[in-house]
C-alpha cells in the first residue's frame, strides 16, 4: 500500500511539475484608444496609458489628466478529433473513443486606470494601473464530456501592476520617459490525478512582490514623421504556494521560478491629409519568450508525507518548456473625422511562442489574426474611447501526439513501456470590447 500510494505522489508531482504552472501569457491591449489601433501605439502613446506603451508619449501631453475603463475578453475554444494511443488509455474507456469538447470559460474583465499631469514645461508625471499579462481559461469540470482533464480543466495566469512614470522633453522633437512597474503575479492549475481514479488536484501559486522597467524615447525627424522605441524589461518572479489533493489535503509546498519576458517596441507614425486629420501607425514587438526554455522548481512534502512512503522532504525539477521568440507586426489607421469624432483601425499577426512539444490544454495557443476598431467621442473636457476586437486562430492547430508535456499528463505509471500519444485538433477565437473614459482638468 505504501508503494502504490508512493508511486501516486511521484507520478503526481510529475505531472504537475510537467503542466500545471507554464503558459503564453500576454494581454489583449490597455486603454480603448491604443487596443483599437491594434496596439500599434509606440511612436503615438498621447494619453495616460503611455507609461506602457512608451513613457516618453508622456511629455507630449500638456493638460492634467485622468483616464479609467475596463477591457472584456470572451474566449472560445474548440478541440476535435481528441484521441489517447497508450498509456491509461486502457483503463479508461472515456479515452478510447476521439471525442470533441470546448472551453466554457466566462467573460474575463480587465479594468484599467490611468493619470497623467505636467510638473513643469520640461517633465510630466504619470501612473497607471494594469495588468500587463494575463489569461484564463476553464473547461468543463467532467472527464467524460472532457477528456483533456487529465491535464487541466481550469488554469490561470496573471500579473497586476502599478506603473510610476517620469517623461523628460527635451524638444518639440525628441523626448524621453522612465517607469517603474511594481506588481504581483499569481498562477495555478486544477486537474484531475490520471492514476487516482478521477481525484482532484489543485496548484495555486503567487509572488506577492515583483518590478521591472519601462523605458521609451520618441522622435520626430521631420514635420508629420514621429519613431517611438520602448522596453519592458524581464520580470524576476519567485512563485509559493501548496499543491492539494482531494482526500489528501495539501501534499506539498511549492516553490516556482518563472520570468516574465522582455519586450522590445518600435514604431513609426506618419500624419497625413491637409489638416493632418489621418495618422497611420506600423510597430514591431519582439518578445523573449525564450527565457522559459525550462522553468526550476522545489517540492517541499508536507509533514508525514514524505515520512509515510519514504520519500525526500524536497523535490527540485526543472521542466522543459522549449518557447520560442516571436515578433509582431502592428498596424494601426486613426481618421479625425469630426472635431469631436476620431476613428480608428487596427491589425497584428500573433506567433505562438509554444512549440508543438509542449503545447496542452492549460494553456492552448495558435498563430492568431487579430482584428479592432474603435472610435473617440469628445464633449467638452470628456473623451469616450470603444474598442471591439477580434482574434481568431491561423486555421487549426494539429497535435500529432509530439507534445511532451500533454502525453506526460495521459502516462501509465505502473506501465512506463507504454507512453501515452494524445493526439487532436484545436481552434478558437476570442471577443473583447472595451471602454475607456477620460477627463481633461
Known amino acids: 500500500m505504501m508503494m502504490m500510494i508512493k508511486r501516486v505522489l511521484v507520478f503526481l508531482l510529475m505531472m504537475t511539475s510537467h503542466t500545471a504552472f507554464g503558459g503564453m501569457v500576454d494581454n489583449y491591449g490597455t486603454g480603448s484608444k491604443a487596443t483599437a489601433l491594434g496596439g500599434a501605439f509606440s511612436a503615438k502613446a ?22 479609467a475603463g475596463a477591457l472584456v475578453v470572451s474566449p472560445d475554444m ?128 503567487k509572488d506577492d512582490f515583483n518590478y521591472s522597467f519601462n523605458l521609451g524615447i ?70 523573449n519568450w525564450s527565457i522559459n526554455q525550462s522553468q526550476a522548481q522545489r517540492l517541499t512534502f508536507a509533514e508525514g508525507i514524505y515520512q509515510a512512503v519514504h520519500l525526500p522532504k524536497t523535490w527540485d525539477d526543472t521542466v522543459p518548456r522549449n518557447w520560442e521568440d516571436t515578433t509582431q507586426f502592428r498596424f494601426g489607421a486613426e481618421w479625425q473625422a469630426l472635431d469631436c469624432l476620431a476613428l480608428r483601425l487596427g491589425y497584428f499577426y500573433d506567433p505562438t511562442p509554444v512549440p508543438d512539444t509542449s503545447m496542452d490544454f492549460i494553456w492552448p495557443d495558435a498563430d492568431k489574426h487579430t482584428w479592432s476598431w474603435g472610435a473617440g467621442y469628445a464633449f467638452g473636457n470628456y473623451t469616450l474611447d470603444s474598442v471591439f476586437s477580434y482574434s481568431r486562430t491561423d486555421g487549426k492547430r494539429y497535435i500529432d501526439g509530439t507534445s511532451d508535456s500533454l502525453n506526460h499528463s495521459y502516462n501509465n505509471p505502473m506501465n512506463p513501456s507504454d507512453p ?10 476570442v471577443w473583447s470590447y472595451g471602454m475607456t473614459l477620460s477627463y481633461r482638468f
Open 46 to 67: 498621447d494619453d495616460p496609458f503611455a507609461v506602457y506603451y512608451n513613457p516618453a508619449g508622456l511629455a507630449g501631453i500638456e493638460k492634467t489628466m485622468i483616464s
Open 78 to 205: 474548440t478541440v476535435s478529433d481528441f484521441t489517447v494511443q497508450g498509456g491509461i488509455s486502457a483503463q479508461d474507456p472515456r479515452l478510447q473513443v476521439p471525442s470533441e469538447f470546448a472551453n466554457k470559460t466566462k467573460s474575463l474583465v480587465s479594468p484599467h486606470l490611468g493619470f497623467a499631469m505636467p510638473v513643469n514645461d520640461r517633465f510630466v508625471f504619470g501612473v497607471a494601473a494594469y495588468a500587463p499579462y494575463g489569461m484564463e481559461i476553464e473547461w468543463q469540470e467532467d472527464l467524460a464530456t472532457t477528456p483533456g482533464g487529465y491535464n487541466s480543466f481550469n488554469s490561470y495566469y496573471v500579473r497586476e501592476v502599478i506603473t510610476p512614470s517620469l517623461a523628460y522633453k527635451f524638444s518639440d522633437r525628441v523626448s524621453i520617459g522612465a517607469g517603474v512597474s511594481l506588481g504581483r503575479s499569481k498562477t495555478g492549475n486544477d486537474c484531475f490525478g490520471a492514476s487516482f481514479g478521477g481525484l482532484r488536484n489543485e496548484a495555486a501559486l
Open 218 to 287: 520618441m522622435v520626430a525627424p521631420v514635420d508629420r514623421l514621429t519613431l517611438g522605441l520602448t522596453y519592458r524589461g524581464r520580470t524576476a518572479t519567485d512563485f509559493e504556494g501548496d499543491l492539494t489533493v482531494a482526500g489528501m489535503g495539501t501534499v506539498a509546498r511549492v516553490e516556482l521560478e518563472y520570468d516574465h519576458p522582455e519586450q522590445v517596441q518600435a514604431g513609426i507614425c506618419y500624419v497625413a491629409g491637409k489638416n493632418k486629420t489621418l495618422s497611420l501607425e506600423v510597430d514591431v514587438v519582439w518578445t
Open 420 to 429: 501515452a500519444l494524445v493526439s487532436f485538433n484545436a481552434e478558437g477565437e
